[in-house]
């Protein structure tokens, strides 16, 4: 048991994200006119960002936080076999996300498929793993492994900071806010939201 219960609001508000917009994109692809081929262009490259923030996201759990947990909290090994087994069912559907250019309406169709499929894992997580995350892993390893994963986002790292903080509820965005590091928060202010709402309004309209 830790002392000290790691910050979680950050993972929690991308969960929010990863919730909400598989099914939106399914959306805009359904309100598509038909021969939209920029429209098109932009719904695509727009999913192509989600998905590596969603593989980003899977591929840190299974190689750092699981095998965490699977040595503090060996309870949960049928759980994380679980959710291990569900990121490679949604590793699937993502391989036709990003395969050849498909109809609008069959990558529609994966897309709902994602979003149902990610709900359910996430209400998993939530409801059985993140209060082993909160018992048995130190503040202190979270918070440095969280700073590798920030960095580790790249050239990706304004959208999903900008993104998160739009999923977030207003508590979550406030502390998000109130305890990231000060360059991150000026980036965010002067360019990395107004860059996030020019491409939000060009994707769904």
């Not at 709902?112 to 909160?134: A, C, M, T, Y």
Request: aromatic share 6%.
């Amino acid at each position: 048991m830790t002392t000290t219960s790691p910050d979680l609001v950050t993972f929690l508000a991308f969960h929010r994200g990863l919730r909400r917009d598989f099914g939106r994109l399914a959306d805009a692809l359904d309100r598509l006119p038909a021969g939209d081929t920029a429209r098109r262009a932009l719904i695509d490259d727009h999913t192509s960002l989600q998905l590596r923030a969603l593989h980003h996201h899977h591929s840190d759990e299974d190689a750092n936080i699981w095998p965490y947990l699977r040595k503090e909290a060996p309870q949960a090994g049928e759980v994380l076999d679980r959710l291990e087994e569900e990121h490679q069912e949604m590793d699937r559907v993502i391989e036709r996300l990003t395969g050849p250019t498909r109809t609008a309406a069959e990558q529609a169709r994966d897309l709902r498929r994602l979003h149902d499929l990610l709900n359910s894992h996430l209400d998993l997580e939530e409801g059985e793993v993140v209060p082993l995350i909160r018992a048995h892993i130190p503040a202190d390893w979270w918070e440095e492994a969280g700073k590798e994963v920030t960095k580790s986002h790249g050239r990706d790292l304004p959208f999903v900071a900008a993104w998160t903080l739009d999923a977030a509820t207003p508590e979550q965005r406030e502390h998000i806010l109130r305890t990231a590091p000060v360059i991150l928060r000026v980036l965010y202010r002067l360019s990395w939201r107004r860059s996030y709402e020019r491409r939000i309004t060009s994707v769904f309209g």
